[in-house]
């Protein structure tokens, strides 16, 4: 089992930063992989970010790299995500993850949510 707890998220002006948070309980951290999703309002929820398994490689959603910075902290047991010239559309609840399946390339474990409001 992984419990994960975000925090981080709030009300931020377009073009503003933010950086949120995960830390990770439960299992060993670093034996699976963990990264963000995210759900705008009537919108599905979309993959963000992660990391690979052993945290060697990450992986960004296309028309997030280059304003998204996904990051961790061993010691801390935390995944990060720097978020900069934040957009209106970036508006969204964003979900830390853990434990990909790799066959359906889904998480197994997720966060509560931490919402995200960017204001124009």
């Known amino acids: 089992q992984v419990q994960l707890i975000e925090s981080g998220g709030g009300l931020v002006q377009a073009g503003g930063s933010l950086r949120l948070s995960c830390v990770a309980s439960?299992?060993?951290?670093?034996?699976?992989?963990m990264g963000w999703f995210r759900q705008a309002p009537g919108k599905e929820r979309e993959f963000v970010a992660r990391?690979?398994?052993?945290?060697?490689?990450?992986f960004y959603a296309d028309s997030l790299k280059g304003r998204f910075t996904i990051s961790r902290d061993n010691a801390k047991k935390t995944v990060y995500l720097q978020m900069n010239s934040l957009k209106a559309e970036d508006t969204a609840v964003y979900y830390c993850?853990?434990?990909?399946?790799?066959?359906?390339?889904?998480?197994?474990?997720w966060g509560q949510g931490t919402q995200v409001t960017v204001s124009s």
């Open positions: 993850a853990a434990d990909w399946n790799y066959t359906t390339m889904t998480p197994r474990y």
């Open positions: 439960g299992r060993t951290f670093g034996s699976y992989a």
């Open positions: 990391f690979s398994r052993n945290g060697g490689a990450t």
